[in-house]
């Protein structure tokens, strides 16, 4: 079976891949090709080295390297490309951050026997990543995985998608915008109910911790007036005795405070007829005689208070402070960070005990987004129904321009239960090649040449809607002859005319119906093997598309027919 790969562009051109230079890739010492037509054809002898070129065209897209990719002799390849870009995938490349600012990108890449590599978009320096991520914005290579990703139901929902309309695809953009949104809801309710899970394993501690706060019925502040409380009481004795000598200066006999100011007062009073001064003297020492006996009511109060402290209230305060002092090594070192770590263990338990508001709403979005989902799931599965029967007839029909009229192509579309990014369904591609038999998975189709057309004739469906600008092939040839391959030979120059064809072919009807063709033979130089490529004048074609009919014995009349396969009757050629 043949190996067979496309570049894909966003947008539709005549040409694209322009030019390609490879130095010392496998074979290839040096190449340096210019493709200017639509339709160009690569012929040789097998192992001459013609799928290397399309090793040298993955480079350029950010495929890996390795070591053995390297010349036998040498220390290093090179590979270098220029792909025409429009305006489109310029403004897209802008928006990547890639400065384009031509019409055209030229990438070169070097990789040598130390594993060092260095890669260049317009001379500016890209790393490997970045320039896969350019180049998928403008070509899309795939080489013998083609096969694989075509022949994988896991594909097929995608391929069948990009039949979509702007209404179609849009509506996918909501399912998946849905899903996007339940799994943001669901990381969400998870979170909650794995935190209340935990929670509730720790239920009776967080009760507990928060019933020896809560019993305590702390107030701000508490402490320190606790802690002043403390002092008075512990200090009452010594506090009484002085407050009691000191009541008993400010007015108890003769010499007392009070006494004293109070005959201050009144001689001054009797003063004050002979000058002004006294009477002011005499109110300023009542003032202070007012102000002396409010101090001396309150030692009496004091006095009275202290009298009142006894061993029992010294007690309850000191056991107070010692639970307060308790809790603070436990659970903070103030009041109030006691009283914070209160709240949040309120807050826990109000979690493990009653259903969380926050929870019940996330649940109730989370129903109405999955009612939504399974809604437009459903509109955009009818969609997919009548593409999927529009691209059953369209396929049918390229099956039979290849030689396949009894082959009959099906897209099943299958429900499934579970929410997924692309929606409710599942797709499958199946096809019967023969009257009578029954549909079957693409990957059980035994025959390499049927396999091959039917790629073929998906390629040429999907190239419209891909808008695809070159499309590669690798011995699609393989397996098939006679009107089979002539058909495939007119399927491919139909192509051709809205797409960039490069085809690696020993088939004389593929290599004649192409409008430029590539010469790749292998020499052996100074012991050394080489590949050697060169464009073909009519002429060479001529003998050439003869050589691959009658082998180097060319005739008379494989002439005649490679001149008929090419439309040129009337050309001469010299055998």
């Known amino acids: 079976m043949g190996r067979f790969c496309f570049i894909k562009l966003v947008n539709e051109r005549k040409r694209m891949l322009r030019e390609l230079r490879l130095n010392n890739l496998a074979i290839i010492k040096n190449l340096d090709l210019e493709f200017s037509k639509n339709f160009v054809a690569l012929t040789g002898e097998t192992g001459a080295g013609k799928s290397i070129i399309l090793d040298g065209i993955s480079l350029l897209i950010g495929e890996r390297s390795h070591l053995e990719m390297i010349r036998n002799g040498e220390e290093s390849l090179f590979a270098e490309g ?25 990438v070169t890449r070097t990789f040598d026997k130390n594993s060092k590599s260095k890669i260049t ?35 097929h ?108 007062r009144k001689n001054l009073e009797q003063l004050s007829d002979l000058a002004e001064i006294y009477g002011e003297l005499s109110e300023k020492v009542e003032s202070i005689v007012y102000e002396v006996e409010e101090v001396s009511y309150s030692i009496d109060n004091f006095i009275g208070d202290v009298e009142e402290v006894n061993d029992t209230k010294l007690e309850k305060v000191v056991k107070r402070i010692d639970k307060i002092n308790k809790l603070k090594r436990k659970y903070g070192s103030t009041i109030t960070e006691i009283l914070e770590f209160k709240n949040k263990i309120e807050k826990d338990l109000s979690l493990v005990n009653f259903e969380n508001e926050e929870l019940e709403n996330l649940k109730i979005q989370k129903k109405e987004l999955v009612n939504r989902y399974f809604q437009d799931s459903e509109r955009l599965s009818e969609i997919r129904m009548k593409i999927a029967e529009n691209l059953q007839n369209t396929v049918d029909i390229q099956l039979s321009d290849l030689n396949m009229e009894n082959a009959k192509f099906k897209v099943e579309i299958i429900k499934k239960e579970e929410i997924t990014a692309h929606g409710t369904d599942n797709a499958e591609f199946l096809i019967t090649t023969n009257v009578g038999e029954t549909f079957k998975p693409l990957a059980k189709i035994a025959s390499g040449g049927e396999i091959s057309r039917i790629m073929l004739a998906l390629k040429s469906v999907f190239s419209e809607v891909d808008n695809i600008s070159v499309l590669i092939f690798d011995e699609i040839d393989t397996g098939i002859s006679g009107e089979t391959v002539r058909r495939v030979a007119e399927k491919l120059r139909e192509l051709s005319r809205n797409t960039q064809i490069i085809c690696v072919t020993h088939s004389p009807q593929i290599a004649g119906k192409a409008q430029q063709q590539f010469f790749i033979k292998k020499e052996i130089e100074n012991n050394f093997t080489e590949t050697k490529v060169r464009e073909l004048n009519t002429e060479e074609r001529i003998r050439e598309i003869a050589r691959i009919i009658s082998g180097d014995n060319i005739t008379e009349a494989s002439v005649s027919h490679a001149k008929e396969i090419m439309g040129l009757w009337d050309k001469k050629v010299l055998i």
């Open 82 to 106: 220029i792909f025409e870009i429009t305006e489109k995938q310029k403004k897209r490349l802008n928006e990547l951050g890639f400065e384009i600012n031509d019409d055209e990108i030229i």
């Open 121 to 155: 978009v317009n001379g500016t320096r890209v790393t490997l990543s970045k320039l896969k991520e350019m180049m998928e914005n403008i070509i899309d290579l795939v080489g013998q995985h083609e096969h694989q990703s075509l022949l994988n139901s896991e594909f």
């Open 157 to 264: 929902l995608n391929l069948l998608d990009r039949f979509l309309d702007d209404a179609g695809k849009n509506l996918l953009k909501e399912v998946k915008k849905n899903v996007d949104e339940i799994k943001k809801v669901n990381l969400k309710i998870e979170k909650i109910e794995e935190q209340k899970a935990k929670l509730l394993e720790k239920k009776d501690v967080l009760e507990f911790q928060f019933n020896e706060i809560n019993d305590l019925d702390l107030k701000i502040n508490e402490d320190s007036e606790l802690e002043e409380e403390y002092k008075i009481l512990f200090n009452s004795g010594k506090i009484s005795e002085k407050l009691e000598e000191s009541s008993q200066w400010l007015k108890e006999g003769d010499f007392s405070i009070l006494s004293a100011l109070g005959k201050v």
